[in-house]
């Protein structure tokens, strides 16, 4: 499958300089960055939602850990 993606003669020349540097195709560059920032937005989601719960109930645990034999 292709997408068509629009921009500037400006990010096109830096989107083909980091992918030169990064020695990558543009296409896998516009890829990656894509999945990254859809993976830091469900990141950022899953976390607001963990301090959320922890601010309505702040008591935390702490498990002490034996250390491993020897």
Do not use: G
């Amino acid at each position: 499958m292709s997408i068509s993606l629009r921009v500037n003669e400006h990010e096109l020349s830096v989107i083909k300089s980091y992918a030169n540097l990064r020695s990558m195709t543009v296409s896998n560059v516009v890829r990656e960055a894509i999945l990254e920032k859809i993976e830091d937005e469900f990141d950022i989601k899953i976390y607001t939602k963990a301090m959320n719960k922890h601010w309505k109930d702040p008591i935390t645990y702490t498990h002490a850990v034996e250390p491993a034999a020897p």
